[in-house]
């Protein structure tokens, strides 16, 4: 295991870790534990009670944040005729097709999200080999796979993020960056907190939620308690 620096060490005093913390007091503390001198993102960790192995228990979609995570996506339209049109005007920041392909297969990746319409998924999945490892391949679970290129590039723009299951039963998704006010990375929280609560499979047995956490990019974990969350 990496050796820890000081800093971490020094941050992570201020964490009980046999604790489970009041969301309001997690969030305060995963701020305050954040020793790096650039924004560090706000990030939650849902470690789930599910069988990832099985196909009905693999949790995967998107969820738009109402206050956004502090970074601006960069989209990638992959669309035809009218629909191009649409995904530009929607203010995409690249729109194409065969030549991004060409582009991406040469190992161009400037880029944070591709959509595609359901038209050119027959092209984008000669893609699946490069797209694939970096979970970039559009996905119709994550709403990135439509002919609405207006609405997918708009919530992508607002704040949208997308979250799945590892092999280990954990989703990790970012919330917000340090410098957001903690009302709202707390609203942020809810509202992905609310979502993993919809997307329970029926087949999960037992504990569902198993353990919850904040962090900031560098910094220590903290523990939530469930049972102060509120949920709509």
Do not use: C
């Amino acid at each position: 295991m990496a050796k820890k620096g000081k800093k971490f060490l020094e941050a992570a005093k201020l964490v009980d870790r046999m604790k489970a913390y009041p969301i309001e007091e997690a969030i305060d503390l995963a701020k305050k534990t954040n020793f790096t001198k650039f924004d560090a993102t706000v990030e939650v960790a849902f470690r789930l009670g599910i069988d990832p192995k099985k196909a009905d228990q693999n949790i995967r979609g998107a969820v738009v944040l109402p206050n956004g995570t502090g970074k601006t996506q960069r989209v990638l339209v992959f669309a035809k005729g009218e629909k191009a049109k649409e995904a530009e005007a929607a203010g995409a920041d690249y729109v194409g097709d065969a030549e991004y392909i060409n582009k991406i297969s040469q190992g161009w990746f400037e880029f944070d999200v591709i959509v595609a319409t359901p038209d050119m998924m027959g092209e984008v999945g000669k893609l699946g080999r490069v797209l694939g490892p970096k979970g970039l391949m559009p996905n119709p679970k994550t709403g990135t796979v439509t002919f609405d290129v207006e609405k997918a590039v708009n919530e992508i723009k607002a704040g949208k993020v997308e979250y799945r299951t590892d092999k280990a039963g954990n989703i990790h998704v970012p919330i917000g960056k340090v410098s957001f006010e903690n009302d709202k990375l707390i609203e942020n929280f809810n509202t992905i907190f609310e979502t993993m609560l919809k997307v329970k499979p029926s087949a999960a047995k037992g504990t569902y939620m198993k353990n919850v956490s904040v962090t900031s990019t560098m910094g220590p974990g903290v523990k939530v308690d469930p049972s102060t969350v509120t949920v709509k």
